[in-house]
């Protein structure tokens, strides 16, 4: 008995390596399948003319497993531009096949929630293009600061690459940030940043005080329309440039989920943590504040981004949103990473899909 016993346990071993092998053999194959299908489809050649929003980023400054820090790319033709460069925004641009094609930056604003993956970002460009120029940094004045200090982090780094790939591969005069600094003129609330093969991106000044300067900025391409708010508090001037636009990507702060957080810190003794749970509530918008813009602006859809706090549960994108959904009608999303919303200019629709799943 013992001696079946041993016997069949030895079979199910056996079976078990070779179920290990299999399983093994089939996963390279559908790596091999996918890296070459990668190689052969890049993403943005592929992309309907038109414009698309691709959100490499859903978050603000806290971690949360869905959401890394702010980033969305818009892709125009097949040009890409990203606003802001939050923290994993060069991972995630990665992961969703976005790089390969030059792209431009413009930050929104100098927090180090919106800047903290610029480094990487500049990096992935160099490494998956045969660019010989640095990465093109718009912003504010403050800009030229931000560029020349991520520069000199990356400097070191840029001579490693170099020397051990080769200059064709990597040549240096691709490395590094260069500024672009823009000016809102005093006594008017946008400046047209960029107007080049029928793109046009406008800057439009944003209520984030005490952060000044804080834009948001617009994008036109054929007909088709996009206004990324930046960080701000509910803003007229928002409100504004995204009167009719095709798609309003807002910022969105959850005043009774921060609570929340303050109210756990305070129980918790932890004074600090509480103030400064209370102290971000006044530069941020509300779901339902951003949900009234859209309404009364008559937007197309509303995509809500750098989601604060975090939401670890689905269902918490209820209690988030609050009355949002009551207040505007129409398409209404909470952003997570991946997402790709397209305005093909063939047409007036707008739709939602995945890159990451
Ligand atoms: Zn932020
Ligand atoms: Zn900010």
Redesign the pocket.
Known sequence: MKRVFTGLLVVLVLLAAGAWAVRGRIALRIMERRLAAAMANPVIPSLPDGLHVAICGAG??FPDHDRGG?CTAVIAGKRMFIVDTGEAAGRTLGRMGLFGTDSVVLL??F?S??IDGLGNVALQRWGAGNLTTPLRLYGPPGVERVAAGFTEAYALDAGYRTAHHGPVVMPPSGAGVQARPFAIPEGQDSVVVLDEDGVKITAFRVN?GP?DP?VGYRFDYRGRSVVIS??TASSPVVAKYARGVDLLVHEALSTPLVNLIRQAALAAGNTKRAQIMLDIQN??TSPSAAAAIARDDKVGALLLN?IVPPLPLRALEGPFLGDARKVFTGPLWIARDGDLVSLPASDRTITRTSLLR
């Open positions: 603000g400054p702010p929104t604003h927090h929630d919106h984030h952060i804080a930046g960080d530069y941020h750098h």
